[in-house]
T-cell receptor, first 120, second 113 residues
């Protein structure tokens, strides 16, 4: 398996431009996560999907951010308009979530290599 | 949410043991994780421990869990220069109706020859 695939790996754009980050999860996984990593705030969960449905988007900074998962093999994170403070590394991760009775089982999250976004 | 706390930096000499500490937030967390991030790469799962365990050993790695104090540690024996990376502690909370993890800010481990 190729693992989680993210594109582009690097993006440099100017303030006010629209930015679209893409993610292809591992085939067969049913959960997908978008994280943002900065020096100041560390790793923050932005949103996650289960079976293509957004479960928790409370980490999305503001209305300028939106995420979609039109099918099980593709997700996008869009920033419009972008601002310099959005500069960060954005990670996508996927996992196969199973439950055992009333308890969640251990399910490893597999991370993509990240997209380094620079907004000038 | 509340923060998972880790020290930011740790420097050790090659061959010594490294101990990275973490304080998590939720006593009902079911699984606790250690992830490793090498420069320019995503996070990779190193090991995990279920909350009903006190210790887990996996080759050079030893995880200790103190549920009373909500304290988790990762010990790396015979630390090598290739172990230099950022190590993240994460908790999975039973009360969480979904599947997200709560990560600490990471500990940068530097191994010097």
């Amino acid at each position: 398996d190729a693992g989680v695939i993210q594109s582009p790996r690097h993006e440099v754009t100017e303030m006010g431009q629209e930015v679209t980050l893409r993610c292809k999860p591992i085939s067969g996984h049913n959960s997908l996560f978008w994280y943002r990593q900065t020096m100041m705030r560390g790793l923050e969960l932005l949103i996650y999907f289960n079976n293509n449905v957004p479960i928790d988007d409370s980490g999305m900074p503001e209305d300028r951010f939106s995420a979609k998962m039109p099918n099980a093999s593709f997700s996008t994170l869009k920033i419009q308009p972008s601002e310099p403070r959005d500069s960060a590394v954005y990670f996508c991760a996927s996992s196969l979530e199973r439950t055992s009775g009333s308890r969640f089982s251990h399910n490893e999250q597999f991370f993509g290599p990240g997209t380094r976004l620079t907004v000038l | 949410g509340e923060d998972v706390e880790q020290s930011l930096f740790l420097s050790v000499r090659e061959g010594d043991s490294s101990v990275i500490n973490c304080t998590y937030t939720d006593s009902s967390s079911t699984y606790l994780y250690w992830y490793k991030q090498e420069p320019g790469a995503g996070l990779q799962l190193l090991t995990y421990i279920f909350s009903n365990m006190d210790m887990k050993q996996d080759q050079r790695l030893t995880v200790l869990l103190n549920k009373k104090d909500k304290h988790l540690s990762l010990r790396i024996a015979d630390t090598q220069t290739g172990d230099s990376a950022i190590y993240f502690c994460a908790e999975r909370q039973e009360a969480n109706s979904g599947y997200a993890l709560n990560f600490g800010k990471g500990t940068s481990l530097l191994v010097t020859p």
